[in-house]
């Protein structure tokens, strides 16, 4: 009906499995480590903070050199540490997934302002 042509629902052992999850390339983890230290660096800038504010208010949770190697994309973050420090910075998790989504439309309306 309609062109939609239906298919043949495939029982559990027709189905093809997934062989491996999304990989990125080490040059796109490259990048995305990337935006995310200059993210957070422009976050921690914003509020007025130095490495050695960071690491004094969060009791060495995060260490400054652990943060500027962070910022820097020398050194992988997990999840968790992310949305910890965010939560330190008290800056929600979309915006910040929105704005590294839009990456550069958000550089662009922030250079014309």
């Known amino acids: 009906m309609f062109g939609i042509q239906r298919t043949k629902k495939q029982s559990p052992k ?13 040059a796109m983890q490259s990048h995305i480590n990337r935006r995310i230290g200059m993210m957070l660096r ?5 509020q007025g903070l130095s490495l050695a504010d960071v690491e004094k208010q969060t009791e060495k949770v995060y260490k400054a050199s652990v ?12 999840v968790e540490r ?16 929105w704005r590294l989504e839009n990456w550069d439309r958000y550089d662009q309306a922030q250079e014309a302002s």
């Open 42 to 46: 422009d976050i921690r800038r914003g």
């Open 14 to 26: 027709n189905r093809k499995p997934i062989n491996a999850p999304f990989d990125p390339s080490p």
């Open 82 to 97: 992310l949305f910890n420090l965010l939560a330190f910075y008290n800056y929600y998790p979309h915006s910040f997934f």
């Open 67 to 78: 943060l500027g190697a962070y910022e820097r994309a020398e050194r992988a973050m997990t």
